[in-house]
């Protein structure tokens, strides 16, 4: 279905058949992002990676991201940060039952803490900025970046509609807050050494590619823009799909002793499940397939810019 939105046309592919045209077939000729400029004051200029237009920087940025934070061989820290947080959960689970619990505010606090355990190492764990706690600052982001912008669909006089919405202040405010917030972790890194024994955080990583001979520049305003990327992707998405698969097993109790039993069956006297265990778990990899398929975290993807026509 094709929409008119002002000044941009925009394809909905609602289709299998064409969304794999689209993500497979033709993906290098409609791989680029759209020019929003929201995300454009967000993130420093597109320095990120999520948001920015294909292109050198967008291969050399996602070369960083892939083989530094989403490859757990790298740096082995970020594993275990995921395990220690898990087994938080898991002992406060194992402590209120048989109480009921909420489970949403429990997910989105592990995931929360994973990335922040992460990203920023234990030195800004929990600490708070300008009273405010990073996720409701994220959370404020989050929604000015999806908020309608009239600047982008008509170039010419959106802005004064924007100015009198009061969207293009909200969006200063929020860019403010989240830079000096950013900021204050950077300065936090290069101005304190390591302590013997600790775990390298992102931030680490970032700081010592770019002093490094890697061959890799990174500013700070880069390193700010990736680590927007990691908490405005990767908290929500992932705490959101874990609690659809879970609300699904509660309904299907077939499927949720299916689950029990490939656990037990596997892992023995093991208390914990970790991530080897996780390769043998046919029947949860099933699941959580089946959640992403039946509940995506995010249904319209980033919207993916044409670069050349195709046929
Ligand atoms: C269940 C969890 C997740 C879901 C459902 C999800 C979903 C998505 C979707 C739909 C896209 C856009 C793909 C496209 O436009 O073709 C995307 C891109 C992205 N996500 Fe996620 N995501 C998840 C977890 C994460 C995590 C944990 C992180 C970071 C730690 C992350 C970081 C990113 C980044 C950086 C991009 C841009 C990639 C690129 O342009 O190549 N996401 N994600």
């Known amino acids: 279905m094709l929409l008119q939105h002002g000044n941009i046309p925009t394809l909905l592919i609602s289709s299998a058949q064409m969304a794999k045209q689209i993500m497979k077939t033709h993906d290098t000729s409609f791989c680029s992002r759209s020019p929003s400029l929201g995300a454009k004051r967000i993130f420093y200029n597109f320095l990120d990676l999520a948001f920015t237009p294909y292109g050198d920087h967008w291969r050399r ?156 520049f990174l500013s700070k305003e880069h390193i700010k823009a990736l680590l927007m990327n990691t908490f405005l992707g990767g908290v929500d998405t992932t705490a959101i799909t874990m609690v659809w698969a879970m609300s699904e097993l509660v309904k299907n109790s077939r499927g949720m002793q299916k689950v029990q039993e490939e656990i037990r069956g596997n892992l023995g006297m093991k208390q914990k499940v970790d991530s080897d265990d996780l390769k043998k778990l046919i029947y949860l990899n099933i699941v959580m397939k089946e959640t992403l398929r039946l509940h995506p975290a995010v249904p319209l993807l980033i919207p993916h810019q044409r670069m050349q026509h195709c046929k």
């Open 61 to 216: 940025t996602r070369k960083i991201f892939v083989s530094q934070l989403l490859n757990s061989r790298t740096n082995p820290s970020f594993l275990h940060a995921r395990e220690v947080e898990v087994g938080h959960l898991i002992d406060y689970l194992s402590e209120a039952s048989p109480n009921p619990v909420n489970l949403d505010e429990k997910m989105f606090n592990l995931v929360g803490g994973v990335i922040d355990k992460v990203a920023f190492g234990k030195r800004r764990r929990g600490k708070k900025f300008q009273g405010q706690e990073l996720k409701d600052v994220l959370d404020e982001v989050m929604d000015v970046l999806n908020g309608f912008s009239a600047e982008e669909f008509f170039p010419f006089l959106g802005w004064i509609i924007d100015s009198v919405t009061g969207h293009r202040a909200r969006l200063n405010i929020c860019f403010q807050k989240l830079d000096s917030y950013l900021e204050m972790v950077l300065d936090e890194h290069l101005n304190q050494e390591m302590q013997n024994g600790e775990d390298e955080d992102l931030v680490d990583v970032f700081i010592r590619l770019s002093k490094d001979n890697s061959g890799v």
